[in-house]
């Protein structure tokens, strides 16, 4: 990651370069609405950070030191569309009227303190100064605000250090109590470190340990939600590796393992979804992957833990049986393979052979995945009741035996299916 420290007057450029023509045309009308009502106005955090290592996103973080819901509401008066308010964390989103040519929305925070009850607990909030505002978020490099309204634009306020620790590559606390106050802090702050090929700073490192048994206050949606933005992200398999180095996969669940077995699966799976015309979604296919070894107890041990949706314990569960077995079937003929796989989820099948190494047993699933699965046989069930067979359980074992013998070679064209239909049906006259 290059970083350059900015000049002011080169950072106004650059953040004007870095909105979208929507964005930038967004902003002025915040920002002259904000400088009418006399309150200063910023962008804070991921985008300033971004900004300044030289890769800015799309999303605006916008701070208001006072009331960020009345701000909202009068650009909606003034220019139309809905405001949505988040009375107990004093936000409010805008959304401009559609054919304005404007962003779909934009959210506003009132710069505000907040104190926890107890750890992991959701925090009370207080309107407070951007300050206050800088001090309640997880580490350093995520303070740094650029001021947006009138005379002030592009002004960088750096407050808390966050300037060092950009240019130094370091991930730091802003308080000792972090992890304390905020547990998921603890997965974050691996994420932003592999993220940016960043170190996690020497102090805040220290703090990990004593603080991983706060991991267990942590609700299922919380915890999965940090889980699930690490599957998200391109470095996702240093970032695991790295938490479970910490031990903070252990201290999650102890059946989240991240081993030199793990790593290669994954890596063979996510770089065999890229040749697909339609890969999986990415983060479906990452707790696969990453899962695909824990047999069934640990699975539903991890399950009760992390709550995943039903889509994806479905696949979970599909895939880690059938990985189980999967080598025990090399060499099997087409017809033993389909009986087995027609009954496994397809996506679950992809996944499963996206995951193993070059060889026959992946062949064989690509095989099922592309031509298998579709193998019918030209007979069905009116040419049986043409042939005078009386409906009933002989329909099927006989569509079945069709079915095999063209999967296994046995058949190899429309007359030989015609002969061994004969055959099968003579049985049963
Ligand atoms: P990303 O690029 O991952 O989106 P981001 O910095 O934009 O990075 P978000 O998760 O979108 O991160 O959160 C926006 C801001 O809110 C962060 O920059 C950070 O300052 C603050 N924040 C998010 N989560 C926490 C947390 N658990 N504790 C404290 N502050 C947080
Ligand atoms: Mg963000």
Same mark, same amino acid.
């Given at each position: 990651m290059t970083f350059s420290r900015p000049e002011n007057s080169d950072l106004s450029t650059r953040l004007t370069q870095a909105l979208t023509p929507e964005q930038g045309t967004?902003?002025?009308?915040?920002?002259?609405?904000?400088?009418?009502?006399?309150?200063?106005?910023?962008?804070?955090? #991921?985008? +300033? =950070?971004? %900004?300044?290592?030289?890769?800015?996103?799309? /999303?605006?973080?916008?701070?208001?030191?006072?009331?960020?819901?009345?701000l909202a509401r009068a650009l909606a008066t003034k220019h139309g569309g809905k405001v949505t308010v988040h009375t107990r964390f004093k936000t409010a989103q805008w959304f401009p009227p559609?054919?304005?040519?404007?962003?779909?929305?934009?959210?506003?925070?009132?710069?505000?303190?907040?104190?926890?009850?107890?750890?992991?607990?959701?925090?009370?909030?207080?309107?407070?100064?951007?300050?206050?505002d800088l001090r309640r978020r997880d580490f350093t490099i995520n303070t740094l605000a650029l001021r947006l309204d009138r005379d002030?634009?592009?002004?960088?306020?750096?407050?808390?250090?966050?300037?060092?620790?950009?240019?130094? #590559?370091? +991930? =730091?606390? %802003?308080?000792?109590?972090?992890?304390?106050? /905020?547990?998921?802090?603890?997965?974050?702050?691996?994420?932003?470190?592999?993220?940016?090929?960043?170190?996690?700073?020497?102090e805040t490192l220290a703090l990990i340990p004593e603080a991983l048994l706060l991991i267990n206050r942590l609700s299922a949606e919380r915890l999965r939600h940090e889980l699930d933005l690490v599957l998200e992200e391109e470095n996702a398999a240093s970032m695991l590796e790295r938490l479970a180095e910490l031990g903070i996969l252990a201290a999650a669940h102890p059946a989240l393992k991240w081993n030199k077995a793990t790593q290669t699966r994954f890596a063979t799976g996510m770089a065999a979804a890229q040749t697909l015309?339609?890969?999986?979604?990415?983060?479906?296919?990452?707790?696969?992957?990453?899962?695909?070894? +824990?047999?069934?107890p640990g699975l539903e041990s991890i399950e009760k833990r992390l709550h995943f949706e039903s889509g994806l314990r479905d696949m979970l569960l599909a895939a880690s049986a059938l990985f189980a077995k999967v080598n025990s079937l090399a060499g099997e003929k087409p017809s033993r393979w389909v009986a087995v796989l027609d009954a496994v989820p397809l996506k679950a099948v992809q996944a499963v052979?996206?995951?193993?190494?070059?060889?026959?047993?992946?062949?064989?699933?690509?095989?099922?995945?592309?031509?298998?699965?579709?193998?019918?046989?030209?007979?069905?069930?009116?040419?049986?009741?043409?042939?005078?067979?009386?409906?009933?359980?002989?329909y099927q074992s006989i569509l079945k035996s069709l079915r095999e013998a063209w999967l296994d070679?046995?058949?190899?064209?429309?007359?030989?299916?015609?002969?061994?239909?004969?055959?099968?049906?003579?049985?049963?006259?």
């Amino acid at each position: 990651m290059t970083f350059s420290r900015p000049e002011n007057s080169d950072l106004s450029t650059r953040l004007t370069q870095a909105l979208t023509p929507e964005q930038g045309t967004l902003l002025h009308l915040v920002a002259d609405e904000a400088a009418r009502q006399s309150l200063s106005l910023y962008i804070v955090g #991921g985008f +300033v =950070r971004d %900004l300044l290592l030289g890769h800015p996103g799309l /999303d605006l973080d916008l701070v208001v030191e006072g009331d960020a819901l009345g701000l909202a509401r009068a650009l909606a008066t003034k220019h139309g569309g809905k405001v949505t308010v988040h009375t107990r964390f004093k936000t409010a989103q805008w959304f401009p009227p559609p054919a304005t040519g404007l962003p779909e929305s934009v959210d506003f925070i009132s710069a505000r303190s907040e104190s926890y009850k107890h750890p992991a607990a959701l925090p009370t909030v207080k309107l407070g100064k951007l300050i206050d505002d800088l001090r309640r978020r997880d580490f350093t490099i995520n303070t740094l605000a650029l001021r947006l309204d009138r005379d002030h634009f592009g002004e960088l306020h750096d407050n808390l250090g966050g300037l060092n620790d950009l240019e130094a #590559g370091s +991930v =730091r606390v %802003l308080q000792p109590v972090s992890f304390e106050d /905020d547990p998921t802090r603890l997965l974050r702050v691996v994420r932003y470190e592999q993220r940016y090929g960043f170190q996690i700073a020497r102090e805040t490192l220290a703090l990990i340990p004593e603080a991983l048994l706060l991991i267990n206050r942590l609700s299922a949606e919380r915890l999965r939600h940090e889980l699930d933005l690490v599957l998200e992200e391109e470095n996702a398999a240093s970032m695991l590796e790295r938490l479970a180095e910490l031990g903070i996969l252990a201290a999650a669940h102890p059946a989240l393992k991240w081993n030199k077995a793990t790593q290669t699966r994954f890596a063979t799976g996510m770089a065999a979804a890229q040749t697909l015309k339609h890969p999986p979604a990415q983060r479906t296919l990452g707790w696969t992957l990453w899962l695909m070894d +824990v047999p069934l107890p640990g699975l539903e041990s991890i399950e009760k833990r992390l709550h995943f949706e039903s889509g994806l314990r479905d696949m979970l569960l599909a895939a880690s049986a059938l990985f189980a077995k999967v080598n025990s079937l090399a060499g099997e003929k087409p017809s033993r393979w389909v009986a087995v796989l027609d009954a496994v989820p397809l996506k679950a099948v992809q996944a499963v052979s996206l995951a193993l190494p070059a060889g026959p047993v992946r062949q064989e699933l690509r095989a099922y995945i592309e031509t298998w699965r579709q193998v019918k046989p030209k007979t069905n069930g009116h040419d049986l009741k043409k042939r005078g067979l009386l409906p009933g359980p002989a329909y099927q074992s006989i569509l079945k035996s069709l079915r095999e013998a063209w999967l296994d070679g046995e058949v190899k064209t429309v007359d030989d299916e015609m002969a061994l239909l004969e055959k099968l049906t003579s049985k049963f006259k």
